[in-house]
């Protein structure tokens, strides 16, 4: 039977229909709202705002759940490979032996970059950050892939091109910055492996791959694939509503994902913990700064906008943060003031009324350190992880047979209309 929730302005009577989800999540659809009564929803920051129907991911802020698929991130975080997890994202249902296998060339056979793209980075400033190059890069792959023939194999091998190259093009950019020579993908090394063999192989010291930090990889961008409508993916799913290509939506998916609030926080959190230890390492003035309303000063890597209990994710990652630490025999005073901070927080009253949970962050930049990636590559690592999740967003967006172009509406609070003043007449 169907649900309606029924509102009354000026003596008219108004029924909106309900939504109802398949984890029971309810929706009150305003979709007529306008025509029927002239009237706008006005919702800040969007929080209480559902923007499409989708099937990929779910999360329950309450109850600290996150599915891809309907599989637990738990699961996947334990059993699955990166492959197989942006396979599950994109297609729907986890690979076949067959279908991973091809998976698997497909990502081989399209991992080198054009020649040419060498230049570019090249050019860039030195100090340039790398989430802004990897945003024009993307981007400027288009100028190399143009259009193919056939959607169909528009979305695969596109789709299959940016999971090969922006791994490849992210160690690019690190050695290229470092004046390196760069490293190309080997075929006979597997998707995260290929990655840190890139990063850290050169001519006179062999890289030699760490099984703990291999794994601790796999975790990460596992934990990372997709997160539902975040900041980064709503990007991805507008500039796609304007029909524009994959790389564009991505290229934007990636300048979001930049910002501090957002993707950057991993890195903040770093920042923050140096902070703290070139200030003595007294993590209690930290807590004390935080709670001080009067004072700016946000304690990065606690608290999340939609989780209102501990966060899935930092629990495996504190897991793998742990495990790698022990297994790579590495004292990092950052941890020590980290897990300080951690306990402390965990048993303060305001932390617990506000429900201030350490998230992933706050353990994933430990993790990235550990295994030698550089503080201003922890956003560009997070976009790699979040890659198969923003192409599985931008896939389903364009199969919706209800698509429309993004355009949210606004309340005026400007000047009513004004006559034109000469500038002679101005004062």
């Not at 706050?362 to 997070?382: D, E, H, K, Q």
Request: with cysteine; charged share 25%; glycine share 6%.
């Amino acid at each position: 039977m169907d649900e309606f929730v029924t509102f009354t302005y000026n003596g008219k009577e108004i029924k909106l229909p309900v939504i109802i989800g398949t984890e029971g999540e309810k929706a009150i659809d305003i979709s007529t709202l306008r025509r029927d009564t002239g009237f706008i929803t006005l919702d800040p920051g969007y929080a209480n705002t559902g923007s499409c129907l989708s099937a990929i991911t779910y999360m329950d802020g309450e109850k600290g759940i996150l599915r891809y698929r309907g599989i637990p991130v738990e699961q996947l975080a334990e059993h699955a490979t990166f492959k197989e997890t942006a396979y599950l994202l994109i297609n729907g249902k986890l690979p076949t032996r067959e279908q991973l296998t091809r998976f698997s060339v497909m990502l081989n056979d399209n991992s080198l970059v054009h020649e040419d793209l060498k230049t570019f980075y090249q050019n860039f400033p030195r100090a340039s950050h790398p989430m802004g190059i990897l945003s024009s890069m993307v981007n400027a792959l288009r100028s190399f892939y143009p259009e193919l023939d056939t959607f169909e194999e528009e979305i695969n091998l596109t789709m299959t091109r940016l999971l090969a190259k922006v791994r490849t093009m992210a160690a690019m950019s690190y050695k290229i910055s470092r004046g390196h020579t760069v490293v190309y993908p080997r075929p006979d090394l597997a998707y995260c492996e290929n990655f840190l063999n890139m990063m850290f192989d050169t001519p006179v010291k062999p890289y030699e791959l760490n099984p703990a930090a291999v794994k601790a990889l796999r975790v990460f961008w596992i934990l990372h694939a997709d997160h539902e409508q975040n900041c980064s993916t709503s990007a991805v799913r507008v500039v796609g509503s304007a029909r524009a290509n994959l790389y564009a939506a991505i290229s934007s998916g990636i300048s979001a994902l930049w910002g501090p609030l957002h993707g950057g926080a991993n890195q903040a959190v770093i920042e923050m913990l140096n902070d703290i230890k070139a200030n003595g390492g007294d993590y209690k003035k930290a807590i004390a700064k935080a709670k001080d309303k009067t004072d700016p000063f946000r304690l990065m890597g606690f608290g999340h906008r939609v989780y209102k209990t501990y966060d899935p994710r930092a629990k495996i990652m504190k897991k793998m943060c742990d495990e790698l630490l022990e297994t790579l025999q590495i004292s990092d005073p950052l941890l020590d003031i980290a897990k300080e901070l951690e306990e402390a927080a965990r048993k303060d009253q305001y932390f617990i009324d506000y429900n201030l949970y350490p998230n992933i962050d706050f353990y994933s930049g430990i993790v990235l350190r550990a295994i030698g990636i550089p503080t201003n590559m922890f956003t560009v690592m997070f976009a790699i992880g979040r890659l198969p999740g923003w192409i599985a967003q931008w896939k389903e967006s364009m199969d919706d047979p209800n698509w429309k172009i993004c355009r949210p509406r606004q309340i005026y609070t400007g000047h009513t209309q004004e006559d034109f003043i000469p500038i002679q007449a101005r004062t």
